[in-house]
Nanobody, 127 residues
Framework: QVHLVESGGGSVQTGGSLRLSCIAS????????MGWFRQAPGKEREGDAV????????WYDDSVKGRFTISRDNAKSTVYLQMANLKHEDTAMYYC????????????????????WGQGTQVTVSS
């Protein structure tokens, strides 16, 4: 069974930076989608950034474009989210998610097709 293990959350001030990491342990399959979703208290889970390991494709929510960068190390089955110029509204629990189905994902920033999730890592941005 694949486990997604996140690390790198924490507390920063407005304008600061953090890097999140997620490793898909014990994964030995083909190409997959993997990305980062956030969920703030009282709000729905929403996608920030996703990458597809079979190409250079990446997707970003408009709210994070230019501030967040998703990258990966396929050999290590690890995806990173470099977050810069953090804002108070970025405060949320961040979850790593993976879609190992092998199917085309027409809406990679929506959570529906993702069946594997990490435990979450908290990011708190204070002003």
């Amino acid at each position: 069974q694949v486990h997604l293990v996140e690390s790198g959350g924490g507390s920063v001030q407005t304008g600061g930076s953090l890097r999140l990491s997620c490793i898909a342990s014990q994964y030995t399959g083909g190409y997959y989608y993997m990305g980062w979703f956030r969920q703030a208290p009282g709000k729905e889970r929403e996608g920030d950034a996703v990458t597809y390991t079979g190409s250079n494709a990446t997707w970003y929510d408009d709210s994070v474009k230019g501030r967040f960068t998703i990258s990966r190390d396929n050999a290590k089955s690890t995806v990173y989210l470099q977050m810069a110029n953090l804002k108070h509204e970025d405060t949320a629990m961040y979850y790593c998610a993976a879609d190992f189905s092998g199917r085309f994902n027409s809406r990679p920033l929506t959570s529906g097709q993702y069946t594997d999730w990490g435990q979450g890592t908290q990011v708190t941005v204070s002003s």
